[in-house]
């Protein structure tokens, strides 16, 4: 006989720990939360760039970059592969890394590619619309988050580049982060 | 009163879902599993590289560098730095990225910088021994993860050089890591 209910999480250091950790009263399991990894590109058209409108919360129907939570199996490129099927229905060829941001608050890292579309798109089961836009219309008020007016002004700086540092989180952005 | 028991986990593929998960049959817990972050550092002091010997299982006895799991509430740079501290008492300045690996069969991403130590260093806890060697001294064949060989192979392409791409997984090397 199986009993079920919902698990009923403590804050407890387990032995040998040094941190508390999320441990289940009914069941003793240990919910270790690490920081979890969010793959993306900045894909180019010719000049133009893929957006996407979300379709889901948080920030629905504002517009994003085809990105998304890593799985297991995948490799980071893998993930961001995939990221743009699901959102875009677009099958892109990676370029270069783009970018590694951290964002503690939420317990994210995002790594950001640039990549290339050469075929088709179209509108993923997540997203409300997508479009391939020039840089001049960038809706830029309507960006659903800052790591996404980050890669994008980014990205703009290696327009030209072929080999190029990556980056990470700008300056004085840790009011946002942190 | 609180029974306490071991979770009691089986595959199911909770609602709204396209994975199984691991469920548990007790709490109806889902314990999502995301790839987990390494992040290190190949850390110069002059032309030396600081190299750690293992002092705990996997490959205890090896040569490793400093490196370790991220933890929630850190970005990825501050992991890096504390890493460093934990495991050589090194207080080190993270210069540019070097590398990004993915190893799908364990489910993690490496996360590894370049590095530089201005002061000293010692033997954490997770070490038997730290010490800087010459790039001749390195011993290759008592490494403790192919990673490991990896990244001091790509440091060196860039020695010489202040800008260049981060490297990914060298090529033909799925045989290691899927």
Known sequence: MTVKA?????QEMPPGDDKARRVCQRCDFIDYQNPKIVAGAVVLKGTQILLCKRAIEPRKGYW?????FMELGESVEDAARREAQEEA?????????LAVYSVPRIGQVQIMFRAHLDGDYGVGPESEEVKLVDWKDIPWSELAFPTVVWALTHFAETRDKEIFAPFANPPNTDALTR
């Open 64 to 68: 994003t970059l085809p990105a998304g």
């Open 89 to 97: 229905l677009a099958d892109i060829r990676i370029d270069r890394l």
């Open 6 to 10: 919902s698990p009923d999480f403590a």
